[in-house]
């Protein structure tokens, strides 16, 4: 497809796709596209089944103006977010919208073929299970807790995921599905989710933070995901913020905000408060379970337990301290804190934005908010959608599917190395 053709296409869908316009007059208005080209473009969109357009907007007078829909049902998406304990698998349509989803406890460090031959089962069963799967299957996607070369769609040296190093994950998917196929960190997974359908929506420069058993960061950077040059952007829970040597991170570092303010460690100090005698409540959990965890520390907090109130104020400002650098760095106009922690009481949120707007540049946070997360516990899933449905439809990518109406049966328009997608559409 010629260049400006292509251009004018991906604008007039994403001003459909995303909702800014519902009619052809809207489009001309916000995109200064000219009528005949508007017409062009609209005529492909419909005819290749990806926009609707129907008698059923509110008439002015004259002849009702025609309304404009994405068709969301022309296909539909499988996606995975991989945590460092759990598996959660969703079906969506091609919005990210969830028709149906599925989670389940899992040991990350069981290893690649153990943990994703789980989640083709997931995938079998969902397929099956949800009511009107609609269209062929048009992509995948997986979010793992490490980082990824997003590229290649492949893990790189991730911490807590032994074996994983360097797995195919994209080359297995792709042939097990013939479907295009993107991997990604869960924290960026998530970034976007909030941005694309969440509490960020209309914010261009975006902060999210993931407190779990690791701390992790994705940006959204003047209305794009920033993934680095590498794809490893984001990665501040491994950032040094002390000197002591007991502290040693699971990265194989010194003095990670991790290993000292992350879920983990969290629970480390509550049970060596129970051990030592200094909380009765934290001392009760950890002889029901055997173990404690960071969700017992934010329990007994929200009790009003003062050791574990300290510990999430602690943690919370040394987050916090982190943040402000970032925030100087960066200039969000919001940060949204998530993960398993954050929904653990309100000292965590209260102690980050205490020391944020405490350190940070008054011009830095003059405009600056600071919330809890708004997906809860679908946010994985739903951020892997939305990088997913991100990818489906970037310029790049839906030049090398659009003439065939379709990227099902497509692997290969995932690939970075465009020259086998260039050939198929020469
Ligand atoms: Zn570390």
Partial sequence: MVEERLDALVVILDEIRLGRSRSRREIGIRTGLSRA????????LVE????SETLTGPSTGGRPPKQLAFRATAGHLLVADL?????????????GRTLDHFAEAADIAAGPEAILGRVEQLFSRLVTTTSNVEGRLWGVGVGIPGPVEFRTGRPISPPIMPGWDGYPIRSRFAAAYHAPVWVDNDVNALALGEWRSGIAEGHDNVVFIKVGTGIGAGLISDRQLHRGAQGSAGDVGHIQVTDDKRVVCRCGNVGCLEAVAGGEALARFGAAAARGGRSELLRAALDRAGTLTAEDVGRAAAFGDPVAVELLQTAGQQIGAMLAGVVNLFNPSLI???GGVAYSGDQLLASIRETVYRRSLPLATRDLSIQRSSLGELGGVIGVAAMVVDQLFARETIGRWIEF????????????DLTVAVAASA
Avoid: F, N, W
């Fill in 405 to 416: 109406g379709t990227p099902a049966g497509k692997p290969e328009i995932a690939e970075d």
């Fill in 336 to 338: 949204v804190i998530g």
């Fill in 48 to 51: 290749r089944d990806l926009v």
């Fill in 37 to 44: 080209i508007i017409a062009q473009r609209i005529g492909e």
């Fill in 83 to 95: 945590g460092a304990t759990s598996i959660d698998v969703a079906l969506t349509d091609l919005a």
